[in-house]
């Protein structure tokens, strides 16, 4: 449950299958909350908060900076997350994930959209 609304964790043998597209319909900026990573943690799997919250007193996280028209590409396992605007500037992006369809377990499969 988050915010209300009932989700589910996709195992780390789907997530491991699939890449992010992060299209940029403006530059990113420090001031306008780019995306910030822990290098390498996508290796790692599927972390908890706790893991998640010791990797980043250990390792030093990267801000990407995407000029517009710029794509970055990512693992979705990687540990990401994006600060408030510190301004006015937009900071439109279009984030598209590829997978390849699979089953998961017990006759689940994983959705595409």
Same mark, same amino acid.
């Given at each position: 449950?988050?915010?209300?609304?009932?989700?589910?964790?996709?195992?780390?043998?789907?997530?491991?299958? $699939?890449?992010?597209?992060? +299209?940029?319909?403006?530059?990113?900026?420090?001031?306008?909350? =780019? &995306?910030? %990573?822990?290098? @390498?943690?996508?290796?790692?799997?599927?972390?908890?908060?706790?893991?998640?919250?010791?990797?980043?007193?250990?390792? $030093?996280?990267?801000?990407? +900076?995407?000029?517009?028209?710029?794509?970055?590409?990512?693992? =979705? &396992?990687? %540990?990401?997350? @994006?600060?408030?605007?510190?301004?006015?500037?937009?900071?439109?992006?279009?984030?598209?994930?590829?997978?390849?369809?699979?089953?998961?377990?017990?006759?689940?499969?994983?959705?595409?959209?």
């Amino acid at each position: 449950m988050k915010e209300g609304v009932n989700y589910a964790h996709a195992p780390a043998s789907a997530l491991e299958q $699939a890449v992010a597209l992060r +299209l940029h319909l403006d530059d990113s900026t420090i001031e306008n909350g =780019p &995306l910030r %990573v822990l290098p @390498s943690t996508h290796t790692l799997g599927v972390l908890t908060d706790d893991q998640i919250h010791d990797f980043s007193e250990k390792v $030093a996280e990267e801000t990407c +900076l995407v000029t517009r028209g710029g794509v970055l590409a990512l693992r =979705p &396992l990687i %540990v990401h997350a @994006s600060s408030k605007s510190k301004n006015e500037k937009s900071r439109r992006v279009l984030h598209i994930e590829y997978a390849t369809p699979m089953a998961v377990s017990n006759g689940l499969e994983l959705a595409l959209s």
